[in-house]
């Protein structure tokens, strides 16, 4: 119902270009599920989705805290060890006051993988803290941004050692045929001397 209605969109394989982000196709499923689906009255039931589930009077358990919540639904989780100025992940350093109280201690980071400029730190399944990176924050950086990032400055600083390996070796090659040009090598025939008689006697010639 949606998919359809999106640019590039086709049923022909030639033209299934990607026109959209990540993040604008989040944006747009989003919409489409708040302002259209949840509104509008099933073709079997006759009501809306939400209203038919506001009528039923079901309350789901909810979690004790926010925290908790982060706990069930942050489902990307990696463990890291506390270091003097921080946590190290993903090249990047995530700080916060609560971690100089567990430096040398293993935490658990959960993420969302479209905005990793803070982590939630859990610790023994206790929330510590949300750990900021002070590079990213005030931005939203999708992890995928950050590996693309990364292996772009790769490519870069290979291409470099490529590009400054050449140089060096056209100066060697440059310096080398210099220095045969200074001092050419005589590749003719040299004489070999005879050998010196020594004499043992005073009348020896």
Known sequence: MLLSRLPGFSRKQADRAAVLTQTALTSEIENY???EYLVTPHSV??????????????????????ERLDLLLLTVARTRRVQQDGIRF??????????????????????????????RVFHRD??????????????????????????????????????????????????????EEKNPVDESPKSIPSPVKLKRYACDE
């Open 33 to 35: 599920l708040i302002r």
């Open 126 to 179: 206790r929330f510590l803290c949300r750990a900021v990176c002070q590079e990213l924050a005030g931005a939203t950086v999708t992890l995928r941004d950050i590996v693309s990032a990364r292996n772009r400055r790769r490519r870069e600083l290979r291409q470099t050692i490529v590009d400054r390996q050449r140089v060096v070796d056209s100066l060697m090659e440059a310096k080398r045929w210099d220095a």
């Open 90 to 119: 993903m090249g990047m350093r995530y700080i916060d006051p609560t971690l100089a109280a567990y430096v040398g201690e293993e935490v658990v980071l959960r993420y969302d993988p479209r905005d990793v400029a803070e982590v």
């Open 45 to 66: 039931t006759g009501q809306a989705p939400q209203a038919r589930w506001e009528a039923g009077g079901f309350l789901p358990q909810m979690p004790d805290s926010l």
